[in-house]
């Protein structure tokens, strides 16, 4: 998925010495025991960063469909909530707000194709999306951003919404993990239930 890479299984093992030295140049590492973590920190030492990330039930039966789109009618009067479509993919204020809306896609087009996504516009540039980062065969990864300057305004929680109503109705389920407190406390009011944070490992092997 990206930049991300989960290991798990005999950290002692040779082939895991080889996945852990062979990684793309930025890498988070999610690893589950103490073992792993003591694995991560040896091999790359002085070049990773360890941090939380939070993880939530992924329980449909949370996310109230009734309340999640009562919360489409809280748009404020200047703005516009559209489905990203081939224009909007291909505007650069989408991209400026967030390189991974679609970054894990093969192209504009082949998001087009078999992502989701939603985005809220203010005279006619993308301020706040919230798509598909990544997806699967029963569901999606979310990526959700807002303009700094359009921020406190609810936007990121219409947007969202817009897209978990529209995975119900694909019979996906909308996947949350959370990068921080903020995405933590969005999730929370759209209805996810934080099951744990977990340590990631940022490993920057760049030069």
Known sequence: MGIFVFYAGNPNAEEADQLLYN????????????????KVETVHKGSFEKFQRFEFYKNPNHLDRIRIKNNLNQLPEEYELKRIDLNIAKD???H???????????????FIDRGI??????HGE????????????DGIEFEVATHHDHRRKGLATV?????ILECFNRGLYPSWDGANMESVKLAE???????EPYDTYFIDQGD
């Open 23 to 38: 990684l793309p140049e930025f890498t988070l590492a999610i690893v589950k025991t103490e073992e792993w973590k003591r």
């Open 92 to 94: 650069p204020s989408l």
């Open 96 to 110: 400026e707000l967030s390189e991974d809306f679609i970054s894990q896609f093969n192209s504009v087009n082949d």
């Open 117 to 122: 996504g939603f985005a809220v516009l203010h």
């Open 126 to 137: 993308v301020v706040c999306g919230a798509t598909s980062y990544s997806i699967y065969d």
């Open 159 to 163: 947007a969202a919404s817009a897209l």
């Open 189 to 195: 009011k759209l209805g996810y239930i934080l099951n």
